[in-house]
């Protein structure tokens, strides 16, 4: 059957619109597609028309062609618009449902802090890098003739009672004390480039009962000067303002007379009680003081027995435990919070230094 050219134009025609329809009904860019292959692919009626074309008279090609090259532009157009026009769609949908609300707070991030211990250690070690110190670090598992035998306790001296220790054979232990850090950093000193000014934090062990102020295990902070002409009051002066910079502007110290076998003479040193400030309170036992450290003059022996000739040098020492300087300034009551990594504790000494 053939058709007139009149037909084809109008059948090309009523197609178009039929296109037009469902391109606008059309929901998704999948529905699109299949409208663009049911109405533009082989099997589709417009391909049959096309197939017409050898069938017309010449002068009617023109016009079937013209025919079908406008279906073609006005589907393109309409399928254009409606793929933008859902695309649109998709993204006012998608940002309606991702609305943004600026005025909310934001989720602030966990923090940790730096354990109370060490924020109290690195006070400790800026006031002393500020008289011109240097930190050193020493060995935590230490040989006995560096814990014991350089710092004046022979084997068998009675002294050795106060500190003992974890063995691990006959002569490596668990240090009692940082003292032994003294003997290492005062053989390696080269006096030509200055005096010797060290501290030396670090972790002790002792075999102790544990109890609220004993640990077997704690930090202590040594500190040792060795130079010409090195005297007592220039510990006490060093102490003193240790002291003022740890407790407070108003804080004095006093010297005890003491025993240590590596120090002559040896001192206690208290500071006022900083709660009642000398009038006497729970804390300080009434006695307005509180013991704070362990110190001295470096026993000549000590210095010799590391190389430093005790006639041209001298020195002094100092031993403090890092845990107690941290119960004093915080008030704490038990030395086993530091260690128990409750948050309820840890928590509350933020915003010490950094
Ligand atoms: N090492 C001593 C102790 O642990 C403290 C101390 C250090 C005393 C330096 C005097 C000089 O008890």
Redesign the pocket.
């Known amino acids: 059957m053939t058709q007139s050219i009149e037909e084809l134009k109008q059948q090309t025609e009523s197609l178009l619109q039929e296109a037009i329809s469902q391109i606008a009904a059309a929901e998704d860019s999948q529905m699109l597609n299949t409208i663009r292959v049911n109405f533009t692919g082989k099997k589709s009626e417009l391909n049959n028309i096309s197939k017409m074309m050898g069938k017309l008279d010449k002068d009617q090609k023109p016009e079937l062609g013209k025919a079908i090259s406008g279906f073609h532009a006005n589907f393109n157009q309409h399928l254009d618009d409606k793929i933008s026009q859902l695309k649109a769609e998709e993204l006012n949908k998608k940002l309606a449902g991702e609305v943004l609300d600026v005025t909310l707070p934001g989720k602030t991030p966990k923090v940790g802090t730096k354990h109370i211990l060490t924020q109290t250690r690195e006070e400790i070690e800026t006031f002393f890098l500020g008289l011109g110190y240097q930190v050193v670090d020493g060995p935590e598992v230490e040989v006995d003739l560096y814990n014991f035998e350089k710092?004046n306790l022979p084997k068998n001296h009675p002294a050795r009672d106060?500190?003992d220790t974890f063995y691990i054979d006959q002569e490596l232990l668990l240090r009692?004390?940082?003292?032994p850090v003294?003997a290492r950093t005062m053989e390696k000193h080269d006096f030509s480039k200055g005096p010797l000014k060290m501290i030396s934090p670090g972790k002790?062990f002792r075999r102790d009962d544990d109890d609220a102020t004993h640990s077997h295990q704690f930090q202590?902070v040594?500190?040792?000067v060795v130079d010409k002409s090195i005297k007592l009051s220039d510990l006490k002066g060093t102490l003193l303002a240790f002291s003022k910079a740890m407790f407070g502007e108003e804080t004095e110290i006093r010297l005890r007379p003491?025993y240590?076998p590596?120090?002559e003479p040896?001192?206690e040193v208290d500071v006022t009680c900083f709660k009642c400030h000398g009038e006497g309170c729970p804390m300080c036992k009434h006695t307005g003081w509180i013991e704070i450290?362990?110190?001295?003059m470096?026993h000549p022996d000590v210095l010799e027995m590391s190389g430093i000739d005790p006639t041209e040098y001298s020195g002094?020492?100092?031993?403090?435990?890092i845990e107690r300087v941290a119960m004093l300034r915080y008030n704490i009551d038990d030395i086993r919070h530091f260690y128990q990594n409750d948050l309820r504790f840890l928590s509350q000494f933020k915003g010490g230094q950094n």
């Open positions: 710092m106060m500190q009692t004390h940082t003292s003294q002790v202590q040594e500190g040792l003491s240590f590596f120090t040896s001192v450290l362990g110190a001295g470096v002094f020492a100092f031993g403090l435990g």
